[in-house]
């Protein structure tokens, strides 16, 4: 049969056609699972809307969801939360009661007596004295955090007072008072106050999951695979219809 036969040209060019697009499909879905892979710390703390204490629905929050509260600090309960190195020192994080109090009510001062939530306030190298909140009414936004509360895990009074974890079941039995269930890692504070602890990184929150993601890494090299498939198909396909040379008729 000619080689420039119509019938069969038809079928090689949608083949072609085929294969191109499902080179682009793959070499697509490798460079998104691959971008996936690399998950920043905006990925693991999202910019979200800002959700009033009030209005959070313990059903469903979740951990990284930005909350704004208004209400004064109790820094005569407050305690060190050690250790907690970072880059190669040593050091603390802040972790300071808050009484919420509503904020129409504010300016009488009138706190929910309710039940307190805990703010990790920041870091501060060990054996530096973290400087007091700010006084009287605040407003702050928190990052929410999921802690698990553990009976074994106490509050030790000292100058300061330490305990080994953040857990909100240890610092209401020291306080005296209720504390609410998950704590919350201070992003901003009006008014900020001076010399305040550094903001805790991204990285410092448990179950922020920041760096290269395996799983969306192993798809991305799955995908240049099953590039490669076509490549090797498509080329198999061209040697053995395309590019095969044209039997010489015999003359006798």
Do not use: K
């Amino acid at each position: 049969m000619p080689a420039g036969d119509p019938d069969r040209a038809q079928p090689r060019l949608g083949l072609h056609v085929v294969s191109v697009l499902a080179l682009v499909v793959c070499v697509l879905a490798a460079w998104w699972q691959w971008q996936r892979a690399h998950r920043t710390e905006a990925d693991a703390v999202p910019l979200g809307p800002v959700v009033a204490l009030a209005d959070l629905d313990p059903a469903t929050s979740f951990s990284g969801m930005r909350v704004g509260i208004t209400g004064r600090f109790d820094p005569a309960h407050e305690v060190l939360v050690d250790p907690r190195p970072r880059d190669a020192q040593d050091g603390s994080w802040v972790l300071t009661p808050l009484l919420p109090e509503d904020p129409s009510s504010a300016a009488s001062g009138a706190t929910d007596a309710a039940t307190a939530v805990a703010v990790v306030r920041g870091w501060v190298p060990r054996g530096q004295r973290p400087a007091p909140p700010p006084g009287g009414t605040v407003e702050v936004v928190g990052v929410l955090v999921a802690d698990s509360r553990r009976p074994d895990v106490q509050v030790v009074p000292g100058d300061p007072a330490t305990v080994a974890m953040v857990d909100t079941g240890a610092l209401a039995q020291y306080a005296g008072y209720p504390v609410r269930s998950g704590w919350f890692a201070l992003s901003q504070m009006s008014p900020a106050g001076t010399g305040q602890p550094l903001p805790l990184q991204v990285t410092e929150l448990p179950g922020a999951d920041v760096g290269l993601n395996w799983r969306n890494a192993a798809y991305a090299v799955q995908w240049i695979v099953f590039a490669a498939f076509v490549v090797v198909f498509w080329n198999r396909f061209r040697r053995d219809h395309v590019d095969r040379p044209v039997e010489q008729e015999s003359t006798s």
